[in-house]
């Protein structure tokens, strides 16, 4: 979709042509021009009764809006967000849940089959560190679902009254898997990097062990290089009253 004015100048985009915005994005006019312009033309590619992204329906949202753009050029949008859903099982059994939902996902038809969509896709991935069947997806277009199942190989699924889907995998314990070994990974990096306090207590333990030894080995050392009666000072006091008194007694015989 062509625009009259740089993308860049109304939005924050890096080197790979990347935006990604959220609710609480400040507003300008240009910016508002591009949701509304692509909002209403993933709406009209997707024969939608009415558009589901504009500048109403996202500001002041947790929804986040992945943008790709080249210049004047904004090639394609994909919106994602929260929900709390219902999911039926084939037993009957309804559980609730809260996936992140794909609610919106466009690229403009002059940039298809280019691998525009790829990227937007895989940008949103990793940046939301989360596969693809841990999503659940809002109305999904025949495009989308072939997409999923020729990048992903995703396909099972259980139709839903709601209209979303979400692929059985959802329920596999992929992700978490991955968030405990990402946990472990932090914890392993905060060991290697700084001693236990284990660690520290055995240092101080021996530093405290070699001090005492050095200590009782200098008294020794005192101990012999002095009389033996010099260390008590009560036996050195009777001794020099004992050898006065007799020499007092020989000076008074010479007499």
């Known amino acids: ?21 959220n609710g609480s994005q400040l507003r300008n006019p240009q910016l508002d021009e591009v949701i509304t312009t692509m909002g209403e033309a993933s709406a009209k ?34 919106k994602i967000g929260k929900k709390n859903l219902f999911h039926r099982d084939l037993s009957g059994l309804v559980r609730e849940i809260q996936p992140l939902c794909v609610l ?4 403009h038809e002059s940039m298809q089959r ?20 841990k999503l659940a997806y809002d109305r999904p277009s025949p495009k989308l679902l072939g997409f999923l199942k ?7 699924y259980i139709p839903q009254n709601n209209n979303f889907v979400i692929f059985s995998q959802y329920f596999d314990n992929r992700q978490q898997n991955v968030n405990l070994q990402l946990a472990s990974q932090n914890q392993q990096s905060q060991y290697s990097s700084t001693p236990s306090k284990i660690e520290q207590l055995g240092t101080l333990m ?15 050392q005192f101990s012999k290089s002095q ?22 007694a020989q000076i008074q015989k010479k007499r």
């Not at 919106?104 to 690229?107: A, K, L, N, R, T």
């Open 1 to 21: 979709m062509q625009f009259n004015f740089l993308i860049s100048k109304c939005m924050s985009v890096n080197e790979n042509g990347m935006t990604i915005l």
């Open 45 to 78: 590619a997707q024969n939608l009764k009415q558009v589901i992204t504009s500048p109403s329906r996202f500001y002041q949202t947790d929804q986040k809006l992945y943008i790709k753009s080249e210049g004047k050029q904004c090639l394609g949008i994909l």
């Open 104 to 107: 919106d996902f466009y690229v």
């Open 114 to 133: 280019r691998g525009i969509g790829k990227e937007l896709f895989e940008e949103m991935l990793r940046c939301e560190i989360i596969y693809p069947e």
């Open 150 to 156: 020729k990048h992903y190989h995703l396909s099972n």
């Open 206 to 220: 021996s530093q405290m062990t070699i001090s005492s030894t050095q200590s009782k080995n200098q008294q020794q």
């Open 227 to 248: 009389a033996p009666w010099a260390t008590d000072q009560k036996s050195q006091q009777n001794m020099y009253e004992t050898t006065t008194g007799l020499m007092s």
